[in-house]
């Protein structure tokens, strides 16, 4: 097993610039393993690898936004009061969730100063509904029901996760038992919290605006940047979830399918981690001028899949377009392939709502 390897390199494109990026961590001081998934693409840093480190970790890898992930939940709704004509009409009403006001639940001040917001970006809540089942069994260990609408949410700790970068911002890392290190893990593990938190009033915000009142049970919710401890190591995940804690949802973009997944015992080969979705095919700066000759302002509102986006930033809609990410059925090919999961069932995008 090497020290700097690519899951799918050879089935799934990857960018140049983003092998570089993934050899350039690779080579950090106490990094044991460097793995990228099928998903790895460049950013400000590789997006989508797995750095496993011994005595050291490096709070740039994670980058700003720690907590980012997805939560999956039960709405209550069954699909036949899906109005999307009515639904959309009400979203519409709203730039963003800023708008929306919620009374925080929680005893401590929150460090997100607008908590129960999406943010820019890629981030996203999604209504969705069920597309096929794969595995019954895994299916109904689930707890929801095939007819129910329900809620992908993506989003992380906002401004919070930017604060606590620019405090411990260092190229060379800290080393585990140095006093630095213990207060960044400290406001790490703060940040995943208010996060998860962040993702609970964001869907308890949309279903309440909607008019929906009753119990929104959560069945997934992972991270994808973020240190988890394993053993005497440090495994840094950016753009990755962790395979260790069950069932986890990997996205494509808004105009395909989402998978939920079940981890195989092969963790190992991939840094005990998965992808956590299609991963960029473009870069944002390229895409307005790659579709603006072949949507209008109302096409690129709709999918080829009939579902619908509610975006009132024209630049984002572009951004975030299908055409702008890699296919994630080739990332659940590979991903297959390398024996690293099985497919429990695949979510068809309703209405997604970005703001």
Same mark, same amino acid.
């Given at each position: 097993?090497?020290?700097?390897?690519?899951?799918?390199? #050879?089935?799934?494109?990857?960018?140049?610039? %983003?092998? *570089?990026?993934?050899?350039?961590?690779?080579?950090?001081?106490?990094? !044991?393993?460097?793995?990228?998934?099928?998903?790895?693409?460049?950013?400000?840093?590789?997006?989508?690898? +797995?750095?496993?480190?011994?005595?050291?970790?490096?709070?740039?890898? !994670?980058? /700003?936004?720690?907590?980012?992930?997805?939560?999956?939940?039960?709405? &209550? !709704?069954?699909?036949?009061?899906?109005?999307?004509?009515?639904?959309?009409?009400?979203?519409?009403?709203? /730039?963003?969730?800023? #708008?929306?006001? %919620?009374?925080?639940?929680?005893?401590? #001040?929150?460090?997100?100063?607008?908590?129960?917001?999406?943010?820019?970006?890629?981030?996203?809540?999604?209504? *969705?509904?069920?597309?096929?089942?794969?595995?019954?069994?895994?299916?109904?260990?689930?707890?929801?029901? %095939?007819?129910?609408?329900?809620?992908?949410?993506?989003?992380?700790?906002? &401004?919070?996760?930017?604060?606590?970068?620019?405090?411990?911002? /260092?190229?060379?890392?800290?080393?585990?038992?140095?006093?630095? %290190?213990?207060?960044?893990? =400290?406001?790490?593990?703060?940040?995943?919290?208010?996060?998860?938190?962040?993702?609970?009033?964001? &869907? /308890?915000?949309?279903?309440?605006?909607?008019?929906?009142?009753?119990?929104?049970?959560?069945?997934?919710?992972?991270?994808?940047?973020? !240190?988890?401890?394993?053993?005497?190591?440090?495994?840094?995940?950016? &753009? +990755?979830?962790?395979?260790? *804690?069950? +069932?986890?949802?990997?996205?494509?973009?808004?105009?395909?399918?989402?998978?939920?997944?079940?981890?195989?015992?092969?963790?190992?080969?991939?840094?005990?981690?998965?992808?956590?979705?299609?991963?960029?095919?473009?870069?944002?700066?390229?895409?307005?001028?790659?579709?603006?000759?072949?949507?209008?302002?109302?096409?690129?509102?709709?999918?080829?899949?009939?579902?619908?986006? =509610?975006?009132?930033?024209?630049?984002?809609?572009?951004? #975030? +377009?299908?055409?702008?990410?890699?296919?994630?059925?080739?990332?659940?090919?590979?991903?297959?392939?390398?024996?690293?999961?099985?497919?429990?069932?695949?979510?068809?995008?309703?209405?997604?709502?970005?703001?």
């Amino acid at each position: 097993m090497s020290k700097i390897e690519i899951i799918g390199n #050879e089935k799934c494109w990857i960018e140049d610039m %983003a092998k *570089q990026q993934l050899n350039s961590v690779g080579n950090l001081k106490d990094v !044991i393993r460097a793995v990228g998934l099928p998903d790895l693409h460049p950013g400000k840093g590789p997006v989508g690898v +797995a750095i496993e480190t011994k005595d050291r970790i490096y709070p740039h890898l !994670i980058g /700003n936004d720690i907590g980012c992930g997805m939560r999956f939940i039960e709405t &209550g !709704i069954p699909k036949r009061k899906y109005k999307k004509e009515k639904w959309i009409k009400t979203l519409e009403k709203i /730039n963003n969730l800023k #708008e929306v006001s %919620a009374i925080s639940e929680y005893e401590e #001040e929150s460090p997100i100063l607008n908590l129960g917001t999406i943010g820019g970006g890629n981030h996203f809540a999604e209504f *969705q509904c069920l597309e096929k089942v794969y595995d019954n069994v895994e299916f109904q260990k689930l707890g929801f029901e %095939a007819d129910d609408i329900m809620l992908l949410i993506h989003c992380g700790s906002r &401004g919070y996760g930017e604060e606590i970068l620019r405090e411990f911002l /260092n190229y060379d890392g800290f080393e585990v038992d140095s006093e630095e %290190a213990k207060r960044y893990m =400290i406001k790490h593990d703060n940040a995943l919290l208010w996060a998860k938190r962040n993702r609970e009033v964001v &869907g /308890n915000k949309i279903m309440d605006y909607l008019g929906f009142s009753g119990e929104r049970k959560m069945i997934i919710d992972c991270n994808h940047n973020f !240190i988890e401890k394993r053993e005497d190591t440090f495994i840094h995940r950016k &753009g +990755a979830v962790s395979s260790g *804690q069950g +069932a986890v949802i990997i996205p494509g973009s808004r105009g395909s399918l989402t998978y939920i997944v079940l981890p195989t015992n092969n963790k190992e080969l991939s840094a005990y981690s998965l992808s956590h979705g299609a991963g960029r095919k473009w870069a944002r700066g390229l895409c307005k001028s790659r579709l603006k000759d072949k949507y209008t302002k109302e096409t690129i509102k709709e999918t080829k899949i009939k579902s619908s986006v =509610i975006c009132h930033d024209s630049n984002l809609l572009y951004e #975030e +377009a299908t055409e702008a990410y890699k296919n994630v059925d080739e990332i659940i090919n590979c991903l297959i392939e390398y024996d690293l999961i099985k497919v429990i069932a695949t979510m068809k995008p309703l209405l997604t709502f970005k703001g």
